[in-house]
């Protein structure tokens, strides 16, 4: 199988499959894999169809687009570094999505202020940081109840979940774990 060039990515699945987006690749951004992603959306497809969605740290934006390809009704991205942003926005343009829009700031200060909620969140902030932590702490404000939380970090360093988040499936790719979460409805 050839390689892609630097800085390209697949659309595995959807309306949208098979088409090659670019991200900006010299800001350190490692879109999910492949592989990794279709486990993901395998995990998701009994929700993503219609799912209010955002993809905080979106780097790549890998994991919104697919869930954009997919049929979710609404994706957000939320991402600081301009270039990244930038390369969204064309990823966007190219595929000629409808519903999806970029938030050009920081992802933690951006979940302090919304006042959306949503049905599924991609959360993989930049490894060696504390952002996993502090974003998973603001995170149960703005879920719909039931909604499922995606999540990846380095082995070894698990997060704190929030207590109304459990674990719903778990998987290991190499040294890099992934998680979806489910929101617990909780019943007076």
């Given at each position: 199988?050839?390689?892609?060039?630097?800085?390209?990515?697949?659309?595995?699945?959807?309306?949208?499959?098979?088409?090659?987006?670019?991200?900006?690749?010299?800001?350190?951004?490692?879109?999910?894999?492949?592989?990794?992603?279709?486990?993901?959306?395998?995990?998701?497809?009994?929700?993503i169809h219609g799912a209010k969605v955002v993809d905080l740290?979106?780097?790549?934006?890998?994991?919104?687009?697919?869930?954009?390809?997919?049929?979710?009704?609404?994706?957000?991205f939320v991402e600081n570094q301009r270039g990244s942003a930038?390369?969204?926005?064309?990823?966007?343009?190219?595929?000629?999505?409808?519903?999806?829009?970029?938030?050009?700031?920081?992802?933690?200060?951006?979940?302090?202020?919304?006042?959306?909620?949503?049905?599924?969140?991609?959360?993989?902030?930049?490894?060696?940081?504390?952002?996993?932590?502090?974003?998973?702490?603001?995170?149960?404000?703005?879920?719909?109840?039931?909604?499922?939380?995606?999540?990846?970090?380095?082995?070894?360093?698990?997060?704190?979940?929030?207590?109304?988040?459990?674990?719903?499936?778990?998987?290991?790719?190499?040294?890099?774990?992934?998680?979806?979460?489910?929101?617990?409805?909780?019943?007076?």
């Open positions: 199988m050839a390689r892609r060039a630097l800085g390209t990515l697949r659309i595995i699945g959807g309306h949208h499959r098979s088409r090659l987006i670019h991200f900006d690749a010299d800001n350190g951004v490692r879109p999910t894999p492949d592989r990794v992603r279709q486990t993901v959306f395998d995990w998701l497809a009994p929700i740290f979106a780097g790549s934006g890998a994991l919104g687009l697919e869930a954009a390809s997919r049929g979710a009704h609404d994706v957000t930038a390369a969204i926005r064309e990823a966007m343009a190219t595929l000629k999505l409808e519903r999806v829009r970029v938030a050009e700031q920081d992802a933690l200060g951006w979940l302090s202020a919304s006042t959306d909620t949503f049905d599924v969140v991609f959360l993989d902030p930049p490894y060696g940081s504390d952002l996993l932590t502090r974003a998973l702490e603001r995170l149960p404000r703005c879920l719909n109840p039931g909604a499922m939380v995606y999540l990846e970090w380095p082995s070894g360093q698990p997060p704190t979940l929030p207590q109304s988040l459990s674990v719903h499936r778990e998987r290991q790719a190499g040294k890099v774990c992934f998680a979806l979460l489910k929101q617990e409805v909780l019943h007076p």
